[in-house]
């Protein structure tokens, strides 16, 4: 079965940087390079949101106007992982950050078929 693990996260404060990653395994790398790849995050109180999606050959990329600019997602289809960094990060990107497959490979803003747990990010100010 697919699954999806998320690490990276932690504390960072007002104005750093992080980096996430998202290991897919059940898949082989071809199927895996069909996928479009989605972050969402979900902040405490709050429902969640789409963040960045990525095509499965990682030309196109799609961004919340929240972070775009901030924001950078990618892939690295050898190595089935996608990515997000994170840069000029602010108290309220402080959230669940969650890694997402789309099979179908279309990478819009909802519609996702395979979710990780999801890694905390802590921006403090």
């Known amino acids: 079965q697919v699954q999806l693990v998320e690490s990276g996260g932690g504390l960072v404060q007002d104005g750093g940087s992080l980096k996430l990653s998202c290991a897919v395994s059940?898949?082989?790398?071809?199927?895996?390079?069909?996928?479009?790849m989605g972050w969402f995050r979900q902040a405490p109180g709050k429902e969640r949101e789409f963040v960045a999606t990525?095509?499965?050959?990682?030309?196109?990329?799609y961004y919340a106007n929240s972070v775009k600019g901030r924001f950078t997602i990618s892939r690295d289809n050898a190595k089935n992982t996608v990515y997000l960094q994170m840069n000029r990060m602010k108290p309220e990107d402080t959230a669940v950050y969650y890694c997402?497959?789309?099979?179908?490979?279309?990478?819009?803003?909802?519609?996702?078929?395979?979710w990780g747990k999801g890694t905390l990010v802590t921006v403090s100010s």
């Open positions: 990525v095509s499965g050959s990682g030309r196109r990329t």
């Open positions: 997402a497959a789309d099979p179908l490979g279309i990478g819009d803003t909802t519609d996702y078929e395979y």
């Open positions: 059940g898949v082989s790398e071809h199927t895996f390079s069909t996928y479009a």
